[in-house]
């Protein structure tokens, strides 16, 4: 019998799954919703975790697509201040795809 079970569902389930399984992306995410564009700090204090907590789970909210930054990753500088916003029609889309898959209509 295997340690972990790991059923097979879409890249798109477990992007969900990734983003809305852990506590502290849902807390972000809730925070932006909620108060609007945010430094990590500004989140850190909202959320009442650690800035370089908030900072890792930043890079993967935006990495799946459901977090948006000012200025963009690719254009950063060292130290520079960055904004973070909710992109509210990609969550609402990824909610959407986890809750197909818990009611049996997504693999």
Request: proline residues 6%; without cysteine; positive net charge.
């Amino acid at each position: 019998m295997p340690k972990y079970a790991r059923p097979a569902h879409t890249e798109q389930v477990e992007a969900a799954i990734e983003a809305f399984g852990n506590r502290v992306r849902v807390a972000i995410i809730g925070a932006l919703r909620q108060h609007g564009a945010a430094t990590r700090g500004e989140l850190a204090a909202r959320i009442g975790s650690a800035e370089k907590t908030v900072q890792t789970h930043l890079r993967t909210l935006e990495g799946l697509d459901l977090v948006s930054s000012d200025p963009p990753p690719e254009s950063r500088k060292s130290g520079q201040r960055v904004r973070y916003s909710a992109k509210p029609a990609a969550i609402d889309a990824s909610l959407a795809t986890l809750i197909e898959a818990i009611q049996g209509r997504a693999s």
